[in-house]
Each structure stands twice: as structure tokens, then as C-alpha cells.
């Protein structure tokens, strides 16, 4: 079972730049593909972002040319470099394996305000 904790979230304007960390347990995350999460108030999670074992990346249309996912399979961690932020990113951002096996982390809040 993975275990995940996400940080980096925070306050921003628009049109800034956020970088999100996920520190993963387990032996799987090598060998798993990987991906960002998030949930707007009122709103069903979505995947935003993913990686494979191999480094290839996939992007939701809402996201793409503006978020960037990266893995670090030394390190067990997972990231996503975001930039021109919009109020409609504001989200609670959550990593998982895709599909999501993990245990679901606490997320870190990414509000987009001016």
C-alpha cells in the first residue's frame, strides 16, 4: 500500500506559479504510474496530470502547456510545477498511483485569488 503526503499549496495570485510536492512510501512507486488530483468545492475529483514508469506525461485539456508533472523514482517523490494560475485551479491537489490504489493524503489547498 502507498502511502502519500502532499505540500506546497498555498495562496497565489493570478497569472503566478506554484510547485506541489508528493512524498510517496512503498517499492511500488517506481514502477507505478502516477498522477495529480484535485477537487474544487462542490465538484467530483479529476485527474489533471500523469506519469508513467517511463517518464511519459498526459495532461487534462483545462491544464495542458501550463502544468508540468515530473517524478523523481530515487526519491520516492512526485511533482507538478504549475504556472499562469487561474482562480478555476483553486482546488485541494491529492498524488495517487493511477488508478488510485494509495491511501488518499490530506491534499494541500492551492487557492487562486487576487
Known amino acids: 500500500q502507498v502511502q502519500l503526503v502532499e505540500s506546497g499549496g498555498g495562496l497565489v495570485q493570478p497569472g503566478g506559479s506554484l510547485r506541489l510536492s508528493c512524498a510517496a512510501s512503498g517499492s511500488i512507486f517506481s514502477i507505478r504510474s502516477m498522477g495529480w488530483y484535485r477537487q474544487a468545492p462542490g465538484k467530483q475529483r479529476e485527474l489533471v496530470a500523469v506519469t508513467t514508469s517511463g517518464g511519459i506525461t498526459n495532461y487534462a485539456d483545462s491544464v495542458k502547456g501550463r502544468f508540468t508533472i515530473s517524478r523523481d523514482n530515487a526519491k520516492n517523490t512526485l511533482y507538478l510545477q504549475m504556472n499562469s494560475l487561474k482562480p478555476e485551479d483553486t482546488a485541494v491537489y491529492y498524488c495517487?498511483?493511477?488508478?488510485?490504489?494509495?491511501?488518499w493524503g490530506q491534499g494541500t489547498q492551492v487557492t487562486v485569488s487576487s
Open positions: 495517487n498511483t493511477v488508478p488510485g490504489l494509495g491511501t
